[in-house]
Every structure is written in C-alpha cells, then in structure tokens.
C-alpha cells in the first residue's frame, strides 16, 4: 500500500496562474480531505468528501475547487492564486463509519508558493 | 466551526525532563485526537480519546480527557530527542472533520 500520495512535491506560482495539487489513496476510503497548514494556525479544513460524487466545503474553501469523480482521487484546484495562498497543503483520507472515530492518514504534503 | 487552543507554543527541554501539552476548548467534541508531525511529513495519529476522564498511555506519553470532553492533556514522562517535533490535537466534529488546535513545537536537548 502507497498510501495517501500528493504531487507535486513543491511549487512555484505566479500570482494568477491556475493549478491542480493531486491526491490519491489507495486504502478504498470513503472520506477525503485538503488543509492548509500555516505558521501558528494548525490545520485548516478547505474541502471535504464523503465519497465519490458528493464534496462540500470546509473552513476556508474561497479560491478552491474540488471534485471527486472516483474513490481513490481527491484533485484540489486553486482557480487564480493569490499570495495568500502560500501554504502547505496535506491531502487526508479515512473509513466513513457514523458512530465510530476514523483514524485520518495524511499525504506528505506539497508545500505552494505563490509570488 | 469550533476552536481548539493548544498550549504553549514552544516548549524546549532537556532530556529527561517531564512535560505536559494542553488542548482546550469550549465546546464539546465527540472525541479528540492527538496528532505527531516530523518536518517535511504529514502528522500521524498517535491517539484517540472518546470518554470524558478517560486516559491512555503510549510508553512515555500519557493522555488524558476531560471529564466534560472539552480539553485533553498530553504528558510526556523523561521525554527523548526523539519526542522532538510538532503535537497537534483535533477534535472530532460531526461528519468526521477534524478541528485542530495551533500545535506544539517541541525540543528535546540531549
């Protein structure tokens, strides 16, 4: 098993330019997740899933997109990047049991600059 | 959404000294997790508490939730350079998202 995996690794953007950061497990998970992570703020949600089909937005969603067209992909797309946007950002999946806590396993991350 | 405060920020330390880590918030959580994050890498579970009062221990870590599940404590017993990193905690909100808090740095001097 890989895991969660995220490509790129690393990124340079010009404010403006449009982006997908790819997420992929292969553990057959329901539940889907991006943050952002950023100095002395934790984790932040962006956009969650629940299975394929079916996304919905999480804390800060503005200047994102997601869709979900099979199990194992999660693409987060970032429309027109602002310097804002400068971040690590970690993709995270997990069983969708109600009444159960599901343990979360994270992607590397991909750290985005954005100039 | 709700908050999670997590403290202190840093903590240094020399090997073998005890420390604890706090996370509390105002609200309730069904659970609450905390999480171990090494530079470069996503954070990774080390534990999940679901009842108020209820502890659990790792080797040199114990944890612990409130009575009323709004805050947890880690405690780490003759902590090693190896303890070093970030702790985060998270508490689980309805639908399986995750609330984290701001996290801990920690450094453990040999």
């Known amino acids: 098993n890989a895991g969660v995996t995220q490509t790129p690794k690393f990124q340079v953007l010009k404010t403006g330019q449009s982006m997908t950061l790819q997420c992929a497990q292969d553990m057959n998970h329901e539940y889907m997740s991006w943050y952002r992570q950023d100095p002395g703020m934790g984790l932040r949600l962006i956009h969650y899933s629940v299975g394929a089909g079916i996304t919905d937005q999480g804390e800060v969603p503005n200047g994102y997109n997601v869709s979900r067209s099979t199990t194992e992909d999660f693409p987060l797309r970032l429309l027109s990047a602002a310097p804002s946007q400068t971040s690590v950002y970690f993709c995270?999946?997990?069983?969708?049991?109600?009444?159960?806590?599901?343990?979360?396993?994270f992607g590397p991350g991909t750290r985005l600059t954005v100039l | 959404t709700q908050l999670l405060e997590q403290s202190p920020q840093f903590l240094s330390i020399q090997e073998g000294e005890n420390l604890t880590v706090y996370c509390n918030s105002s609200?309730?959580?069904?659970?609450l997790q905390w999480y171990r994050q090494e530079p470069g890498e996503g954070p990774v579970l080390l534990v999940t508490v679901v009842t108020g009062g209820e502890v659990k221990k790792l080797k040199r870590l114990t944890f612990q939730f409130g009575d009323a599940r709004k805050d947890s404590s880690l405690h780490i017993t003759a902590a090693q350079p190896g303890d070093t990193g970030l702790y985060l905690c998270?508490?689980?909100?309805?639908?399986?998202?995750?609330?984290f808090g701001a996290g801990t740095i920690l450094r453990v001097k040999s």
């Open positions: 609200s309730v959580f069904s659970s």
């Open positions: 998270a508490g689980m909100e309805y639908g399986n998202k995750l609330v």
């Open positions: 995270a999946s997990s069983y969708h049991i109600a009444g159960t806590n599901n343990e979360q396993f």
